[in-house]
């Protein structure tokens, strides 16, 4: 298998593998990624977490306390679900780190691969999730989809 340079979340190319059953499919991502080597990586489907599941989100903090064992991830019916989502994210940083990704494309909002926000007890709020949160630190540069326009341009 040739090096693939980018990281992308599965859901972002059509893949359903959302807690809702549901994929994020993004014209705009697409349109990059046409031509390129990429890798599509779900932390969550990689935890073991089937489809559709609860959703998850940070309690007590966020991403760098996640990393400290000073917060959790919580599922909607109030499971711990820290540890499961400790071994995807490792999967799929082992991924990303073996085919020497450079650039990450992660779903924004997600406990696992938000880039700017996230919910957290309760909120959407700034903060990173734990593979964005990883990645970084491993050096990957990160972006989210919204930073892609979703259209093509304007015809006359």
């Known amino acids: ?5 980018i990281i992308v979340s599965a859901c972002l190319v059509g893949e359903r593998c959302r807690y809702n059953g549901e994929d994020r499919a993004h014209p705009g991502v697409a349109r990059f990624l046409r031509g390129k080597k990429y890798l599509a990586v779900c932390p969550e489907r990689l935890a073991g977490w089937g489809v559709p599941r609860p959703a ?4 007590g903090g966020g991403a760098k306390q996640l990393a400290e064992g000073k ?25 990303a780190i073996s085919l020497q990704a450079s650039e990450a494309i992660l779903k924004e909002k997600s406990p696992s691969c938000g880039v700017g926000k996230v919910y957290r007890d309760g909120k959407l709020t700034r903060g990173e999730g734990i ?22 341009p304007k015809k006359p």
């Not at 964005?132 to 093509?152: C, D, N, P, Q």
């Open 131 to 152: 593979f964005t949160h990883w990645l970084r630190r491993s050096g990957v540069k990160v972006r989210s989809e919204e930073s892609f326009a979703k259209e093509g």
């Open 71 to 95: 917060a959790t991830i919580t599922d909607s019916r109030g499971r711990d679900r820290t540890a499961s989502l400790i071994k995807g994210v490792t999967k799929a940083l082992r991924r």
């Open 1 to 5: 298998m040739k090096k693939a340079s």
């Open 56 to 59: 998850v989100e940070f309690h």
